[in-house]
């Protein structure tokens, strides 16, 4: 049951009430341990490391859980009242035919596509506000998260770091995946399932597909605990059976987990393969591509649109956690003008930061431009700006192995799997860092503590 008045604890709050030898000795582990704890994990920052993990606790971790379960069921719920299809949604939100791939355009929107979430959370004000809503399979960072929190935790157990204290990491969401993808799927025990990633796509270690799959390795006996027989793959690798079968890795495969982008993805023969075996129906996917389109960022503004048709609970949970937004129109240039301060402009269907104008950052000059530009490509929302709360991290110096603290700001993303909650991805800013946080910018990306 979501309490409409949850008073959110500060963000250092749980770190703070920690005693302060353990602190001491969580940071100086950390620092001395970055290169094990890091290896193998997304970044593009050359300076900064973590030295610790955020920590959280944990009630108020499960009452944010519950807040981003039912605002994905909203945004379903908005979606269903204006399209059946994925085919009728595509077309309202102007995506252009062929632009999201593998997509059946006859799917019938349903609940089946709430089977893997990760809301993007900043604290602003002291309360969590979910800027955009990730709903699909290809949801980056959970491995990094994953890792990085448990080699923390390892090397805190190894050390009697926090004998005798109530934390603990967040629950495994690669574990929780495997979960769902088994019982979303109605997998038999040992079903082969092909984990296929676009090599060409931007992601740091992709320019290295061996080495990248061996990092990823340990995923094969993390499936195998779940009854699943995993096989990691380039997409540009699959071919087809005689059957209209997948094969990959030089056999038959049961099942699909998707983890390469549906409207990024490089067209390929592979690709081509996985769209017959879907045609042929012999191929189930995690996640259906309609999945991606429920991520569209004009489903917030359809919220707001449609706050008199929902009861007074979910009105006041948008407007608490949800800020305000609405389709950037002609008929929203002179606001957008005059309200430079308060306001962000984002492309409804783009990610990783990718096009988004904070007013506050720019000069007036810039901000009409950026404007302009926006209205004649189309497709953008104009959101509520919220800044950033910003809370006392620890980092060490990768040149001269200095910890340093520093007030940064942080983003929490937490993973949802087949409507459960799991762990999540933090997005911790770093020193002298701007308020855009996403990895092209050199965020550090681990996962979280909780405690009791």
């Not at 960072?141 to 603990?168: H, K, N, S």
């Not at 929203?332 to 308060?342: F, I, K, Q, S, W």
């Amino acid at each position: 049951m979501i309490d409409p008045n949850y008073p959110w604890p500060e963000a250092g709050q749980a770190w703070r009430e920690l005693p302060e030898p353990t602190r001491t000795a969580m940071v100086a582990s950390g620092a001395a341990a970055w290169r094990e704890i890091f290896h193998g994990c997304a970044t593009y920052n050359k300076q900064w490391r973590l030295a610790r993990p955020p920590v959280m606790p944990a009630d108020a971790f499960r009452e944010l859980n519950e807040v981003c379960d039912r605002l994905a069921q909203l945004i379903l719920e908005a979606c269903q009242r204006r399209a059946r299809t994925a085919g009728e949604l595509r077309r309202l939100l102007g995506v252009p035919e062929g632009a999201t791939m593998l997509l059946d355009e006859s799917e019938e929107l349903s609940e089946a596509l709430l089977a893997a979430y990760r809301p993007d959370v900043l604290i602003s004000g002291g309360v969590p506000r979910i800027v955009e809503y990730n709903i699909d399979s290809s949801l980056g960072g959970g491995f990094d998260a994953d890792t990085v929190v448990r080699r923390y935790a390892r090397l805190y157990q190894e050390q009697g770091i926090l004998d005798g204290l109530p934390v603990r990491p967040a629950p495994s969401l690669l574990d929780q995946r495997f979960v769902a993808i088994r019982d979303g799927l109605s997998l038999a025990d040992g079903a082969r399932v092909a984990l296929l990633l676009d090599f060409d796509a931007d992601y740091p270690g992709l320019e290295s597909p061996d080495d990248f799959i061996q990092i990823l390795s340990p995923l094969i006996d993390q499936a195998r605990r779940f009854g699943i027989d995993l096989v990691i793959a380039p997409v540009a690798t699959a071919t087809l059976d005689a059957d209209r079968r997948l094969v990959v890795g030089g056999a038959p495969v049961d099942a699909l987990f998707r983890l390469f982008v549906p409207n990024r993805v490089t067209p390929s023969a592979g690709l081509a393969a996985v769209a017959g075996a879907l045609d042929a129906g012999t191929l189930p996917m995690f996640v259906s591509t309609a999945a991606w389109l429920l991520g569209n960022k004009i489903n917030f503004a359809w919220l707001y649109e449609d706050l008199g048709l929902l009861s007074a609970d979910d009105q006041a949970l948008i407007r608490r956690y949800v800020p305000h937004t609405v389709a950037f129109t002609a008929a929203e240039l002179d606001r957008a003008l005059a309200d430079r301060e308060n306001l962000v402009v984002k492309p409804a269907d783009g990610s990783a930061g990718h096009g988004v104008l904070i007013g506050r950052e720019l000069s007036p000059g810039e901000w009409a431009d950026g404007l302009r530009a926006a209205l004649d490509r189309g497709g953008d929302i104009l959101q509520r700006y919220m800044p950033a709360d910003r809370f006392a991290m620890d980092f060490v110096q990768i040149e001269t192995g200095e910890t340093v603290t520093a007030e940064v700001p942080y983003s929490i993303a937490p993973y949802l799997f087949g409507r459960t909650g799991s762990g999540a991805l933090a997005r911790v800013g770093f020193p002298g860092c701007d308020e855009v946080l996403n990895l092209a910018r050199g965020v550090l990306l681990t996962g979280i503590l909780l405690t009791d």
